[in-house]
């Protein structure tokens, strides 16, 4: 997932892994806002159950806080919204 023209820091492989499953399991926003989105419990279930990646609860709460605070998530009310670069 490096792409040198994605103006978001780079992240280790298994969280950018993370990013790629919650991509894959969210869904169309509600009306008017756009984008993606994903209930943070049901990302932790996705991610729990997820064959791509072996993380216990807490890896994934870390990969969730590490997606957020590098811009790859936002959170809205315990919903996670999917950013996308800009092309």
């Known amino acids: 997932m490096t ?20 991509s894959t399991h969210s869904s169309n926003a509600t009306a008017g806002q756009g984008g993606k989105s994903i ?7 996705a991610l729990r159950d997820s064959e791509q990646v072996d993380l216990e609860v ?10 957020i605070d590098r811009g790859y998530l936002y959170e809205v009310n315990d919903e996670l919204r999917i950013t996308e670069p800009e092309n």
């Open 58 to 67: 807490g890896d994934a709460t870390h990969a969730l806080s590490r997606l």
């Open 3 to 22: 792409d040198l023209t994605d103006p978001r820091p780079p992240l280790p492989e298994w969280i950018t892994d993370v990013y790629e499953i919650l």
């Open 39 to 45: 209930p943070r419990e049901h990302a932790l279930e």
